[in-house]
């Protein structure tokens, strides 16, 4: 897909965001009388969590693998689509735009109702009239008390328009992952992967664009303080997670000595050093402390979920825990059957490993099985947030979208783990039909491709269902207590054709926000 105009040029930044609607993200908004401080991803300000859903493979306009996403608003309060087709876009959706294929949210412009942040990292952009194929866009679509989508400002950015040091260029795959939230001293920031970004003569290497109020930055492995060097294909930025303090970089391409594609992470703090956010760590499976061994195509980083966290003995979420899921990992001898490992990150940056986890390790529910890829999604979650962690109040789930159900190949699982207790404890496989996930398993299902928790539920998609009951895809928001603690509390269901969601789309629930 093109932008319908060649904006975003450093030499016409300033006339572009003024003709655009744009906005700076420090600029100062007073609060709307109707739009209250709302929760986490509450669009309308009303003080309900709502639901963004994202189907990147669904056709608009005629144009195939355009993508859009669906805003469920709490308390039936209503639907809103949001694609490249709204009129205060400055974008035609296009076939193979993936708009969706990252989401995020926070209040950019502390109105008191949340934004919605939009990745299409697949987006054509013109420039001097040649086209940079999968250059990438970003979407910042602004909630109001009525609701979000039609009607709303929208910010559109492209990598040179958010950055004016930044250049665009083909295949940088800008918002191929989106992180966003407030620091903890009540700043917006927003932080958009790069992972095709070529560092000088090295391709992939991969970069972070960083915002927070005035301050808008590049990451990369060239930055001050960070650890490792741009090498080919590192991809950097090819996962993000963040909180109120810290931010974890994916780099699954990254080289481990002879070990290519091994994979690391680095984490940050939200402390602007040098003009970018002080670097606190880097980690892979060669460091001391780290379970496993850097190994050729393992792809740790592949996916990364932080959670603010309390240690005993503190009187505030000081920590976080980070979840890194090494997806192509193999367990004795099982290729790709993946693995996934929990740390704590203190405010030092010194890390301590929490737990180790794979099929193979004594009391964990399973065996390894070759192409179950478990880790390739990863969320953490607090029950209990801002009082001391427990094994009974941190959950983690990771996907296993290989995973065999009966007879159902590829159905897909989600396995959770009490994040802080033995991985073997209270563990459990969930696969559709199983008591706890509704529905029907089916072949090459890849259940749990879409993955997020909060405070009181699991959201896990089923984006290629091949049910009759629902063929374009399905999103389970699973309570906790039912998991752990034998709650027996519906099982609510977001699916196209059901709840006002209309029935269109082909991958509903690959990305959940």
């Known amino acids: 897909m093109r932008l319908r105009t060649g904006m975003l040029g450093v030499a016409v930044l300033c006339a572009a965001m003024t003709a655009s609607g744009m906005s700076p993200f420090d600029a100062p908004v007073a609060s709307a009388a109707t739009c209250g401080a709302g929760t986490e991803s509450d669009f309308n300000g009303d003080g309900l969590r709502d639901t963004a859903i994202a189907d990147p493979e669904a056709t608009v306009g005629g144009a195939e693998q355009a993508g859009l996403v669906r805003v469920v608003l709490g308390d039936g309060k209503g639907v809103f689509e949001i694609s490249e087709a709204l009129p205060e876009m400055i974008a035609n959706p296009e076939r193979g735009d993936r708009f969706g294929y990252a989401l995020a949210a926070y209040d950019a412009d502390a109105d008191g109702c949340a934004d919605l942040v939009v990745g299409a990292p697949y987006e054509d952009v013109t420039k001097d009239g040649a ?62 992967g790069v992972p095709g970004e070529n560092i000088g003569d090295t391709a992939d290497a991969g970069g972070v664009h960083y915002v927070q109020g005035s301050v808008r930055s590049r990451i990369t492995q060239s930055s001050p303080g960070v650890p490792g060097e741009p090498e080919a294909h590192d991809r950097f930025g090819y996962a993000l997670s963040g909180t109120s303090r810290y931010l974890a970089v994916g780099a699954p391409g990254e080289a481990i000595g002879e070990e290519t594609f091994a994979g690391a992470v680095a984490v940050f703090n939200h402390t602007i050093a040098d003009g970018v956010p002080t670097a606190l760590a880097g980690l892979d499976q060669d460091q001391p402390g780290v379970a496993g061994a850097a190994e050729t195509g393992d792809g740790f980083g592949s996916a990364v979920s932080l959670v603010s966290y309390r240690p005993p003995g503190t009187s505030s979420e000081t920590d976080a825990l980070l979840a890194i899921g090494t997806p192509a990992e193999d367990i004795e001898g099982v290729a790709d059957a993946g693995s996934v490992e929990v740390l704590q990150i203190a405010t030092s940056g010194a890390y301590t490993e929490i737990n180790a986890i794979d099929r193979g390790a004594a009391e964990v529910e399973g065996e390894p099985v070759a ?64 008591g706890v996930l509704p529905g029907t398993t089916g072949v090459r299902d890849y259940a749990g491709m879409g993955l997020m928790g909060t405070s009181t539920d699991l959201y896990v998609g089923v984006p290629y269902s091949k049910s009759g009951d629902d063929p374009r895809g399905v999103v389970y928001v699973v309570p906790w207590k039912n998991i752990f603690s034998g709650g027996t509390d519906p099982v609510r269901a977001y699916e196209p054709g059901t709840g006002g969601v209309p029935d269109e789309g082909r991958a509903f629930g690959a990305v959940i926000r």
């Not at 866009?137 to 328009?161: F, L």
């Not at 789930?397 to 994040?419: L, R, Y």
């Open 371 to 434: 192409g179950d890829f478990l880790g390739q999604r990863v969320a953490l979650a607090n029950t209990s947030p801002g009082a001391v962690g427990t094994a009974g109040t941190i959950r983690l789930a990771a996907s296993a979208p290989g995973h065999d159900a009966g007879t159902a190949t590829e159905a897909g699982a989600v396995q959770v783990f009490p994040a802080l207790g033995p991985a073997g404890t209270g563990d459990r496989i969930l696969a559709r039909g199983d």
């Open 131 to 192: 086209t940079l194929a999968d250059a990438g866009a970003v979407y910042v679509i602004h909630g109001t008390p009525t609701g979000i989508g039609s009607g709303s400002k929208v910010d559109s950015y492209t990598q040179a328009g958010l950055d004016p040091e930044a250049v665009n260029e083909a295949y940088d795959w800008f918002g191929y992952a989106l992180a966003a939230g407030k620091t903890s001293s009540d700043k917006p920031y927003l932080a958009v």
